[in-house]
């Protein structure tokens, strides 16, 4: 019912959205918004930049992008601001064709969809509305109809300057239909489709080699001839090729480095001069933002084929590589996962990012300068704190190599492994083990991987599962605690009432006896014995925290257990090592008694209501932390 109703309110808008009028009428609506005659490109940019921009780190962040594309903001901001901006100020790089160059699977695809399915719903709005000839196959612009000698006038008092010429067929009908009156020529809005063909098309070449580029361009309708008398009159003529059709939008031009080259030359001819040959008829204008995709090795095998030189200043290349951030790659498999088949499997925590760690590994280049390591830039990379580095370290690493992102492993050959995990085990719930095992095995049957190559990804395998062991450890021990946050407050607080002491050289209160007592000097060692803080060292140590929340103090902040990284480090270490034999003998007791049984069952619940995992996922998490804390 509910989507019934929703299909006639879809209906019932599209009607009311619906204009039609002379081209007298149509040049009050000009006069009155008169964005409306803007150029496919502007409307293009238009359209990216009304979803919004925020500033992130010196970055503009495009909105339009942010909720499909992931950790690719620099790339889409050089995309923006180095075509699609220039390129709706009819600067020149309007004229050429917009080549996305990446690896296989970065989302180049994507990003065109995007731009199509964004363009049919901006369509739809009032700043992105579209008004064309009423009539004409190719929704010419009504403007066209304004003759070549009168445009100086009419920029003069509309501030628009009109480009293109009218299209045979339209100055056949003006004369025909309307006698000549231009300003009777009805003008209609038109909503962007690409299942409708209008003003979006996509050109995909069957044969490369033999390409008809009437595909492109449309063609001579011989069924027509014979009552129009004449090839050359245009009604005889068929303009349903994809570049007549995506006039006003946009076409995407699939494989566009394999055509001929003769083929292309069709294609940048219209780009440049913005119009393109049609039969026997005058050149035809168009205004189409044309994009193609390659991967790298196509490219440069393009470039260097003397043939093409021509070729390369009509095309603008832009990169599109992949994604180098861990968390950001994480929401990319699960957005993948969402729209699969295997949406309702139980993905154990961790699982993802995990896979994540292994695939930007591979992606990143080993750092030039010879202070850090492959792990700790990626950790830089997806904005975490590594001590010792910070945001200027972050840019000098980046600008190191100008051609990161352009191989790896792809997004997609991770969720085909997780697929086939969750096909194998037949479990309704993967781990991240379980996921490691199976991006091994499927190293060995990748067919573009060398055996060097394959060495270096077995060794970033071993790397992300050193992580995960971490983390693994880490979240049993947190469950094992009855109320983590809570006891790790109550032992900080301990800890700085006692450091307070000391350094004040003052005595506690005992809380129950109310007699005066010396500072736990033990409680203090132990607590800071964690993270390797010597003997000698321990006065400075203490005089910096004090330090610490005194000025959080006089900013009226409260000093905790996160205000200090290494302290709450300490803290936790100090937590989980007075924990460590509980955690150890209950999680591989091979017959847990029932005080163990007791404990089990607490954590798993645990780690279920708190962690978000399933039965299955706990307790296959709990037997192998088990196994690692008995190494
Ligand atoms: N940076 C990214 N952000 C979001 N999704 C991505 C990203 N990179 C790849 N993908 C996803 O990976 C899959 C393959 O991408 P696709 O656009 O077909 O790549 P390409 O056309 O470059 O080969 C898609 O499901 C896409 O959504
Ligand atoms: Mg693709």
Not at 354 to 372: H, N, Q, Y
Not at 493 to 515: H, I, M, Q, W
Not at 566 to 589: G, H, N, P
Request: net charge neutral.
């Amino acid at each position: 019912m509910d989507i019934l109703k929703k299909i006639e309110q879809y209906r019932s808008q599209e009607e009311k959205l619906r204009w039609e009028g002379t081209f007298a009428d149509y040049l009050k609506l000009v006069k009155e918004k008169p964005w409306v005659a803007q150029s496919a490109h502007s409307r293009i940019y238009n359209m990216i930049r009304d979803a919004g921009v925020e500033e992130e780190n010196g970055h503009k962040v495009y909105r339009f992008f942010s909720h499909e594309m992931f950790g690719l903001e620099e790339a889409l901001e050089k995309l923006v601001e180095e075509y699609f901006h220039p390129a709706a100020k009819r600067l020149d790089v309007r004229k050429r064709i917009l080549l996305l160059m990446g690896p296989v699977s970065g989302g180049k695809s994507t990003l065109v969809t995007m731009l199509k399915r964004g363009l049919e719903a901006y369509s739809r709005t009032d700043r992105g509305a579209v008004y064309a000839i009423k009539g004409c196959p190719m929704h010419e612009d009504p403007l066209h109809l304004i003759p070549q000698h009168l445009r100086e006038d009419f920029y003069r008092e509309y501030g628009i300057k009109v480009e293109g010429n009218l299209s045979p067929l339209n100055t056949m009908r003006l004369e025909e239909e309307y006698g000549g009156r231009i300003e009777d020529v009805l003008v209609e809005r038109i909503f962007l489709s690409e299942d409708k063909r209008v003003g979006i098309g996509t050109f995909s070449p069957s044969d490369p080699k033999s390409q008809d580029i009437a595909d492109l361009t449309g063609s001579i309708d011989f069924s027509t001839i014979a009552e129009y008398g004449s090839e050359s009159d245009p009604r005889a003529y068929r303009f349903d090729g994809e570049l007549n059709k995506a006039n006003r939008g946009l076409m995407e031009f699939q494989e566009m480095l394999k055509c001929d080259e003769k083929f292309l030359w069709h294609l940048l001819s219209l780009t440049q001069e913005g119009n393109f040959k049609a039969g026997r008829f005058a050149l035809i204008s168009a205004d189409e933002l044309i994009v193609a995709h390659t991967n790298e090795t196509e490219y440069r095998s393009f470039i260097s084929n003397k043939k093409n030189e021509a070729l390369h200043s009509r095309i603008i290349v832009m990169p599109v590589p992949y994604n180098l951030k861990v968390s950001q790659e994480e929401r990319i498999y699960e957005k993948m996962i969402r729209d699969s088949d295997v949406a309702d499997v139980h993905i154990a925590p961790h699982t993802l990012k995990v896979a994540a760690m292994f695939t930007v590994l591979t992606r990143l280049k080993e750092p030039k300068r010879g202070d850090i390591d492959l792990l700790k830039k990626m950790r830089l990379y997806d904005g975490e704190n590594v001590e010792g580095f910070n945001s200027s370290d972050l840019n000098e690493l980046k600008k190191e190599y100008q051609d990161e992102g352009m191989s790896g492993i792809d997004p997609r050959y991770v969720i085909n492994r997780i697929s086939s995990t969750i096909i194998r085990k037949k479990v309704p719930a993967i781990n991240a083990l379980d996921v490691l095992r199976s991006l091994k095995e499927g190293l060995d049957q990748h067919p573009s991987i060398t055996q060097e190559l394959r060495e270096k990804y077995l060794n970033f395998i071993s790397v992300a599962r050193k992580e995960y062991d971490e983390m693994a450890k880490k979240e049993v021990q947190k469950a094992f605690v009855y109320s983590y946050e809570e006891s790790a407050k109550t032992l900080m607080d301990n800890y700085l009432d006692n450091v307070e002491a000391f350094c004040n050289k003052s005595k506690l209160r005992d809380p129950l006896t109310g007699e005066e007592i010396n500072p736990d000097e033990k409680l203090m060692r132990s607590i800071e014995e964690q993270i390797g803080i010597s003997e000698n060292a321990k006065k400075a140590f203490r005089e910096e925290i004090l330090i610490r929340i005194s000025a959080l103090a006089r900013k009226g902040k409260r000093f905790d257990y996160r205000s200090h990284a290494r302290l709450r480090e300490a803290i936790q270490k100090k937590l989980f090592a007075d924990l460590k034999d509980v955690v150890k003998i209950t999680t591989s007791a091979k017959t847990p008694d029932e005080q163990q049984l007791k404990k089990i069952n607490e954590v798993v619940a645990r780690l279920i209501d708190e962690h978000g995992y399933n039965s299955t996922s706990a307790n296959e998490l709990l037997r192998y932390v088990g196994s690692l804390l008995n190494r």
